[in-house]
């Protein structure tokens, strides 16, 4: 049978760029409202075949699923302001980048309001739509996960019954993902004003060495606690040299900082 025909009623809060994209690959013509503060994104949601909501109440009204994407600062306000809107034992998918503590402040108020919180982590750009990778996790994660299936995502794993635990995983790997991105704008900045940016990425290419996470942070771990407060002595000129070049030499100062910190805790 068609699987837009069980197709859960679903109700979209904020509709931005991951809203749309969703909205766009999938089948919920006439099982999907939106509600966005915005003005300008109903016309959007006409495009995308999405009812949109005169308030946050019509949006909500008859939801037996919620995809909160708002922006990041307004997860949680969010979560307080519409919770009490929600149809009883409304799934409230909460898709938004926050820190795992923030997701178990909005968890608390959905859940006082009779709804069921989860927490997912959307792993990739949204623009893969559908197919994007999501991580869920709460004490309804199973519900979820076969209920995203049925609205097409194809991609979920549930991690856990605790909500903020797909957020952390999110947000740990984030901490590396765009902070390679940071470091590396840095570092390329610094050596496109010295001129030596071929030479610089051919070095790193030559040193690259293949080598699973889990042992490359072992290994990182165990020569920052051994050679520390040499190499924050040495980021300490890398420091210098980037100011002098106008870089500000965010990264860098405190990878100075963590160097130093590693060293000095393994001599305590």
Known sequence: MDSQHFCPQVALIGFGEASECFARGAGWQGRARGWDLLASRRAVMAQCRVEAGNDAAAALAGAEVVLSLVTADQALAAARDYAALLPP???????????????????EAVTAAGGRYVDVAVMAPVGRGLTVPLLVSGPDADTAAATLALLGFDNVRVVGNAVGRASAI????SVMVKGLEAL??????AAEAEGVLAEVTASLDASETAMPWIDRIAYNRERMATHGLRRAAEMDEACAMLASLGVDPVMSRGTALSQRAAATKELA
Do not use: F, H, I, Y
Request: charge should be positive; aromatic fraction near 4%; hydrophobic fraction near 50%.
């Open 184 to 189: 590396s704008a840095e570092c390329a900045a």
């Open 170 to 173: 999110k947000l740990c790997r």
């Open 89 to 107: 034992g409304a799934l409230w998918l909460d898709m938004n980048s926050v820190a795992p503590a923030t997701k178990r402040q909005a968890a």
